[in-house]
């Protein structure tokens, strides 16, 4: 299953989400691959590895046709979690895609080369704050759409904007993508603003919103620090408990949903 994590807005909680998703995945057992297809390389760092290296990347992916396999590392505290890394030169690919053939299915035609070879239960791309081309190649790769949703004033400007991309895309380029969840995160439950915005994302979306919802949490934004997850550096803090029960209630409405989907057909 390939999972992509995005939204346009910076600082929503998508490197965050999809870092510690991962770490709580693998806990539970799945084989998990991170592709960071953020020039910033913030989950590449955040997963204790050096984003400031010559050894290939995605962008070897996107635009050289390195093959997914040549460019996935392993992450220190993981043996289930890999990488792909993000390298300095991807700020260059969104222009470098431009001119390409086939520009928005590079790294879905990569990635399911990568699959045939090297089963792995969950692909987790993170995004930039944008919905250019490294966006765009996400959301076409991609069988769900994670959004975290922040829950602060403004929290539901340029989803629209958001949504009409997704739409887009499913009407052009890729119909099997599907919006399978919201995220609300960095609530605060002190603040009457943060329970209006959870509100008011609810009201909105409805069951497309996650039970769970990912508290601010001090050591979730501790961990990046020291290369690793929420989930690993602090095992029982309140951040790293929502995420594993946010990657529980994830698993069972697609992975779990889908096999029985699978099974139904089988029998
Ligand atoms: P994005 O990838 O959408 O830009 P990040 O995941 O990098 O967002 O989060 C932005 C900042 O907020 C980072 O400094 C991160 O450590 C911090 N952060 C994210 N989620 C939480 C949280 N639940 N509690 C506290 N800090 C958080
Ligand atoms: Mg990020």
Redesign the pocket.
């Given at each position: 299953m390939i999972v992509t994590v995005a939204?346009q807005k910076?600082?929503?909680?998508?490197?965050?989400?999809v870092v510690n998703l991962a770490a709580a995945l693998a806990d539970l057992g799945k084989s998990v691959l991170v592709v960071d297809l953020d020039p910033q390389g913030?989950a590449t760092t955040g997963l204790g590895v050096s984003s400031r290296t010559d050894n290939p990347g995605v962008y070897d992916v996107l635009i050289e046709d390195v093959p997914v396999a040549d460019t996935v590392v392993s992450v220190p505290e993981s043996e289930t979690v890999r990488l792909v890394p993000a390298s300095l030169d991807l700020a260059g690919a969104e222009i470098e895609l431009v001119s390409m053939v086939a520009r928005e299915y590079r790294l879905r035609k990569a990635l399911a080369t990568y699959l045939e070879d090297h089963p792995t239960d969950v692909v987790l791309i993170d995004c930039p704050?944008s919905l250019g081309l490294l966006t765009l190649n996400a959301l076409v790769a991609a069988e769900e759409l994670l959004i975290?949703i922040q829950c602060e004033y403004y929290a539901l400007e340029g989803l629209g904007q958001l949504i009409r991309t997704v739409d887009m895309v499913r009407e052009h380029l890729n119909p099997s993508l599907r919006i399978s969840s919201i995220l609300l995160?960095?609530t605060d439950s002190r603040t009457n603003l943060s329970e209006q915005v959870a509100d008011e994302v609810r009201a909105f979306f409805g069951d497309l919103v996650l039970d769970t919802a990912?508290?601010?949490?001090?050591r979730?934004?501790e961990a990046?620090g020291h290369g690793r997850s929420g989930v690993a550096y602090d095992q029982n803090s309140r951040?790293a408990l929502a995420y594993r029960s946010a990657a529980e209630e994830f698993t069972h409405r697609t992975i779990d949903l889908r096999e029985s989907a699978s099974e139904a057909v089988q029998s």
């Open positions: 939204n910076g600082g929503v909680g998508k490197t965050t989400t913030n704050p975290p995160t960095m990912i508290p601010r949490s001090v979730l934004s990046p951040g």
